[in-house]
């Protein structure tokens, strides 16, 4: 039985490295990271996405670009995932606060399942408002 004891104790372990990555989780590290290639992996094939006031319904490679441009003006140093919903198996919503070298924005991320996957259908930078 002794023997028994530390192989019960890893058995949560495993669990814990096969679990998926969270999609909000993984959303918020690319947008810390700046990292736009991979970031735009996970668009829809087009996204509607504001940047401070500007929308419009780009393509995967056009809102690819405009997030670039956006991270050129504003490094971004930290992202904190401030509200999600994942309630809805089909539709997840999040409210990161990223931080950059230029100030405090709130980034609003729709992601819908697409065949399984989660795709990011909608993404907003918004200044943050101070109180």
Known sequence: MKLLYP???LIPLLFT???PADVIDRTAELLKDGNTRELA???S???EMTILGEDNVYSNTQAEQALA???KRCQPHSAKVLHRITSNAHYQYAVIIL????GIYRTCV???SVNGKFEVNELRIE???TK
Do not use: G, M, P, R
């Open 110 to 112: 729709s992601l819908k």
């Open 17 to 19: 490295f096969a679990t």
């Open 45 to 47: 094939s087009s996204i």
């Open 99 to 102: 931080t950059t070298s230029n």
């Open 127 to 129: 200044a943050e408002k």
């Open 7 to 9: 192989y019960v104790l």
């Open 41 to 43: 992996a996970t668009f």
């Open 69 to 71: 441009d956006f991270f």
